[in-house]
């Protein structure tokens, strides 16, 4: 339980702009009770301080963190997706529930420095060994609990090596054999949470990792729970060429013609995916999860982001392997990539033209909604999840309140984050 606070910053977004001198009222549950002028008096004042939601990391695989550097070296010519993947397994050889925790207590850690105050974590490495154990499960939601981070175990089916093939090597380590011993270990998991900030979600790795039957029965599970479900799709060309063979249809083909989509579904990258095959989508209400960062450093190429928004998609990111941990970096190199690709500035925009409100909305707002959070904004009933940037820092001089969304995403970074606060538990950023 929190203690009741009052806030007060310099400046506090409120979604339509930053209000000059408003305070934010904490209740003992750590939600937000109220925003406005004179609440009381501030139990924590943040002078040069501007005020905001925390950011959503929607896509994560905490234990990556543990390849930053790795694979950057190309002696035999250029690599791909499929030999980055190698060195991945390598390290998943090397993986125990210690060094699990101690990587994700790592990268949940720099996720709070950088701004990051919910996280959904896409988790399919279960096991310390070949012949089962679900030590590593219970090791990542340690690693959130220690470093304070909201986060949703989005817990992976990972059944096969490939559309009708036997899982080998590394891969045996993210073995869930059946949909029963699936919702079991969830079952298990939901006694283990740690309070409010931690919470369940579904996950089907992919289409060539999850037999089609197991996959239909696993979403509807899900809908019946009302649990949120997240699945890898279409980030690699050949996985589409692989399930048109084994199913005579594309993967987004596939879950739109034989899953239930709504808005708590989550397709992750779609960096290959058919115009008219995401419009169907999206008319069903799923999201779109992009992890421009990642998809850059593997190569897997660009999704249609322009598309997705002209047929009204929701678009959210992800830090994915977390070979770089900023939320900024993630969301300028959102539009920039699609500048790049189209020769056009101003690709993502609100209905006023402006693109920092657009891509805040994604970063926080966007990100709850995929994750089935309360969170992502500053008003009352929400989460109390906050940063607070320092209108001091040298990447911040110069802004404006009417500058300032857009000077904090394509300027800074985690330098420029004084504090964080999740559920109104505040902690000091080590940057």
């Known amino acids: 339980m929190s203690r009741r606070q009052i806030i007060e910053a310099a400046l506090v977004y409120t979604g339509g702009g930053f209000q000059e001198r408003a305070q934010v009222e904490i209740d003992e549950q750590g939600e937000i009770a109220q925003v406005g002028p004179a609440l009381g008096e501030p139990t924590r004042r943040l002078p040069n301080q501007a005020l905001l939601p925390g950011m959503v990391n929607a896509h994560s695989h905490a234990f990556q963190r543990g390849l930053r550097g790795s694979g950057e070296s190309f002696p035999a010519g250029a690599g791909s997706f499929w030999s980055w993947r190698e060195a991945m397994y390598e390290l998943v050889s090397e993986m125990d529930a210690d060094s699990a925790y101690d990587l ?15 996280v959904g974590e896409f988790h399919y490495l279960h096991h310390e060994h070949d012949r089962g154990g679900f030590r590593l499960d219970e090791a990542i939601l340690a690693a959130a609990r220690d470093s304070g981070i909201r986060i949703v175990l989005l817990q992976t089916m990972y059944s096969a090596g490939g559309i009708g093939k036997e899982l080998a090597g590394g891969q045996r380590r993210f073995r869930i054999d059946n949909v029963d011993d699936y919702w079991k270990q969830l079952d298990t998991l939901a006694a283990l949470l740690s309070g409010p900030n931690q919470s369940l979600g579904v996950v089907a790795h992919s289409v060539r990792a999850v037999s089609a039957d197991d996959l239909v029965s696993l979403h509807a599970e899900a809908v019946r729970r009302g649990l949120v479900f997240h699945t ?24 739109c013609e034989r899953l239930q ?20 989508y999206l008319e069903c209400g799923g999201n779109v999860c992009i992890c421009p960062l990642t998809e850059a450093n593997l190569g897997d190429g660009i999704a249609d982001v322009p598309g997705i928004r002209d047929a009204d998609g929701v678009i959210c990111v992800g830090t994915d392997s977390n070979a770089r941990l900023c939320m900024t970096e993630e969301l300028r190199w959102l539009e920039y990539v699609q500048r790049l690709d189209g020769e056009v500035r101003g690709v993502i925009t609100d209905d006023k033209g402006d693109c920092a409100s657009a891509l805040w909305e994604i970063g926080t707002i966007n990100g709850a909604r995929s994750l089935g959070l309360n969170t992502g904004e500053i008003k009352p009933g929400k989460a109390a999840d906050l940063i607070a940037v320092d209108l001091d820092a040298p990447c911040m001089a110069g802004a404006s309140p009417s500058t300032l969304l857009g000077a904090f995403i394509f300027g800074a970074g985690a330098g420029a984050i004084e504090s964080t606060c999740v559920g109104g538990e505040w902690r000091e950023s080590a940057t």
Request: glycine share 4%; proline share 3%.
């Open 104 to 118: 994700s207590h790592m990268a949940f850690s720099e996720m709070r420095d950088a701004g990051i105050t919910s």
């Open 232 to 255: 890898h799709l279409e980030e690699q060309r050949q996985e589409i060429e692989s399930c048109v063979e084994a199913y005579g249809m594309t993967p987004m083909a596939f879950i």
């Open 261 to 280: 989509i709504d808005e708590r579904f989550t397709a992750v990258h779609c960096t290959h995916t058919d115009p008219a095959e995401m419009e169907r």
